[in-house]
């Protein structure tokens, strides 16, 4: 071997890639990519994130609906009436377990110039220098970038999902399916509990005195009528969606531009930006649009999503935690992975709702 060879232990090994996940975690700075596209949703839902603790693997909300409770105005010898109150619910919420694997070949490391041996073959064992560790980092620096990277982008598709396949994590189509009436959330079924229901428009429509502006006015006030914390302040929307409000806005000859007289430039686009409803900023949300081509659905590129984000959360027991498992003895490998809980959920469905246009 090359005297500038170096040897690790696997034991040093795991080590420096412990360190060089920290080196990582702390720098946040990753190679420019050319194809990570934006994801708007997965930015806002990480930031509600909490932790709470998963017994059995689920955690338990309790809820409660209006007091059956009623005055009365009595008068000398009438009997009081009491009323026995209802407890409330409790809604079950599964924390899915996902796991994401990285294996490290030892034969690349080896091409590198780093070669794993056990050891128990030397009389001791080797001590790793500064600029050695640093080097190891910096190979392992990219493997990390790239492997946190594709995890936030099955995040970010997992959750606008509904929850069915190998990985179950209930999505934005789970918690707030475009019929209202089916299944349940929580474990509460909604056709029996309406006080449950998210709420849900038709169609919209768009052409000339479409049904757009009365139907997501309805929809908004019926939305924030029962809600306890806050109300819809935020609203994730499919591309077809933004597109409809747009023409909504042409067709009704609604008022969007302010007088052009004196101005030296007129940009006939209605961006993206600019599109507010109620106050509520519309948020392009391309990974409807990329889920809408690779399930064959184009009605997702038509919805958006108008949430009250004091009403949802990303509940974990742990955040992409690093752990390594034993490695088989005759692979020459080391494994390394990431492990987290988690749950979408929401502690009032009927404060949000889900709009679409024909």
Not at 59 to 70: A, I, K, L, W
Not at 74 to 94: I, K, N, Q, S
Not at 198 to 225: C, E, I
Not at 266 to 271: G, L, Q
Request: hydrophobic share 35%.
């Amino acid at each position: 071997m090359a005297t500038s060879d170096s040897y690790l232990t696997p034991q040093q090994l795991s080590s420096v890639v412990y360190g060089a996940h920290e080196y990582w975690v702390n720098r946040k700075k990753s190679p420019h990519r050319q194809d990570k596209s934006n994801r708007p949703f997965g930015k806002w839902i990480t930031g509600k994130r909490k932790t709470r603790p998963f017994i059995g693997g689920r955690f338990h909300y309790n809820t409660q609906s209006e007091g059956e409770g009623d005055l009365q105005e009595a008068y000398g010898r009438e009997r009081l009436t009491f009323t026995e109150e209802f407890g409330g619910d409790e809604m079950v919420y599964d924390g899915v377990k996902v796991w994401n694997g990285l294996e490290i070949l030892h034969d690349e490391l080896r091409d590198l110039g780093h070669i794993v041996k056990n050891a128990s073959s030397w009389t001791r064992v080797p001590k790793l220098s500064d600029a050695v560790k640093e080097e190891l980092v910096n190979i392992l620096q990219e493997k990390f970038d790239r492997r946190e990277d594709r995890i936030n982008q099955l995040y970010d598709s997992y959750l606008h999902r509904n929850g069915t396949g190998t990985v179950s994590i209930a999505g934005l189509d789970s918690l707030f399916p475009l019929v209202n009436t089916a299944g349940s959330i929580g474990g509460v079924s909604r056709l029996a509990n309406p006080e449950y229901r998210h709420v849900v428009t038709g169609a919209l429509t768009v052409a000339s005195g479409g049904t757009l502006r009365a139907g997501l006015d309805d929809a908004l006030r019926q939305a924030n009528q029962y809600a306890v914390t806050g109300q819809v302040d935020v609203a994730f929307c499919g591309s077809a969606f933004l597109n409809g409000v747009k023409a909504y806005v042409e067709a009704n000859n609604l008022n969007i531009n302010s007088n052009v007289g004196g101005i030296g430039m007129i940009d006939p686009s209605i961006p993206d930006s600019a599109l507010k409803w109620n106050g509520i900023s519309l948020v392009w949300d391309p990974t409807l649009d990329i889920l809408g081509t690779q399930l064959g659905d184009a009605s997702l590129a038509k919805r958006a999503y108008f949430l009250n984000s004091s009403t949802i959360e990303l509940a974990t027991d742990m955040w992409m935690d690093f752990s390594r498992p034993n490695d088989e003895f005759d692979l020459m490998v080391s494994r390394f992975g990431w492990m987290s809980r988690m749950a979408m959920w929401t502690t009032q469905p009927n404060a949000n709702m889900v709009a679409r246009v024909a």
